[in-house]
């Protein structure tokens, strides 16, 4: 079974409860959720939060959603990925952050395919980044999320679920999809307030014509408006993106 994991807590720093803030009068993590469901390789969607009482509203809103859902530990998320992966008995993970409102069920689709494809331990589309910062896919199987929880060590990668595969190549055999064209310059995410202004306008101009929109819909808009863009674009950018401006 493939399912996508989504990573989620209502405890942001920087944007508090971002994922119940309201998109075109839905929450963020509902259209998280149901952009995955148009993907044709995701099995089951499972939320994967915390046990702060904070998160008790995600269980709420997982179980009112009639959505499968995992509580663990909030810090040491390898360990939640794990647990979520044991208790539903998933053979391929899909990682998801709760904070991209814009991932593409192809772009998925696609890492999914370079994951059977290639007999992988791990595939990805962001090593080095071509696609936007908040399409980023990963996929990894059981028996190598597994062999991370008992093996990692490092605080930084218990917190960032992949990291170990990147560090220990040898071991984790693995893959990069790349984009026709190198377009990792544009910041897709949702981190700041700046990013949600951003988010909001291709929401507004995007999702009431089609409620799902795919990359190049969004590539479209911001030819024809390109201001959108310059909106975040000064936003401090994750670790792999900052190598490439």
């Known amino acids: 079974?493939?399912?996508?994991?989504?990573?989620?807590?209502?405890?942001?720093?920087?944007?508090?409860?971002?994922?119940?803030?309201?998109?075109?009068?839905?929450?963020?993590?509902?259209?998280?959720?149901?952009?995955?469901?148009?993907?044709?390789?995701?099995?089951?969607?499972?939320?994967?939060?915390?046990t702060n009482i904070n998160d008790d509203k995600l269980e709420d809103w997982a179980i009112e959603n009639k959505l499968d859902y995992f509580r663990g530990d909030e810090s040491d998320v390898l360990d939640r990925f794990y647990q979520t992966a044991s208790v539903f008995q998933v053979d391929t993970?899909?990682?998801?952050?709760?904070?991209?409102?814009f991932k593409d069920a192809s772009v998925i689709d696609r890492v999914v395919d370079l994951f059977e494809r290639e007999s992988l331990d791990f595939g990805y589309n962001n090593n080095p980044p071509s696609f936007p910062e908040g399409l980023d896919t990963e996929v990894f199987s059981y028996n190598a999320l597994e062999k991370a929880a008992k093996n990692a060590i490092d605080k930084f990668?218990?917190?960032?679920?992949?990291?170990?595969?990147?560090?220990?190549?040898?071991?984790?055999?693995?893959a990069c999809l790349q984009h026709?064209?190198?377009?990792?310059?544009?910041?897709?995410?949702?981190?700041?307030?700046?990013?949600?202004e951003m988010t909001e306008i291709v929401y507004n101009r995007l999702f009431q014509k089609n409620n799902y929109f795919d990359m190049y819909d969004i590539l479209e808009l911001l030819q024809q408006e390109p201001e959108i863009s310059s909106i975040n674009s000064?936003?401090?950018?994750?670790?792999?993106?900052?190598?490439?401006?």
């Open 1 to 50: 079974m493939i399912a996508a994991i989504i990573q989620a807590r209502t405890g942001s720093t920087r944007l508090p409860n971002k994922v119940f803030k309201n998109l075109c009068a839905k929450p963020l993590i509902w259209h998280v959720v149901n952009r995955l469901k148009i993907s044709k390789k995701i099995d089951k969607i499972i939320l994967a939060t915390t």
């Open 93 to 101: 993970i899909v990682r998801i952050t709760a904070d991209d409102p």
């Open 157 to 174: 990668d218990r917190e960032h679920v992949t990291q170990y595969f990147y560090k220990n190549a040898a071991v984790f055999k693995q």
């Open 180 to 196: 026709v064209m190198d377009i990792s310059y544009l910041r897709w995410t949702i981190d700041t307030q700046k990013d949600w």
């Open 234 to 245: 000064n936003v401090k950018r994750s670790t792999m993106y900052l190598k490439k401006k």
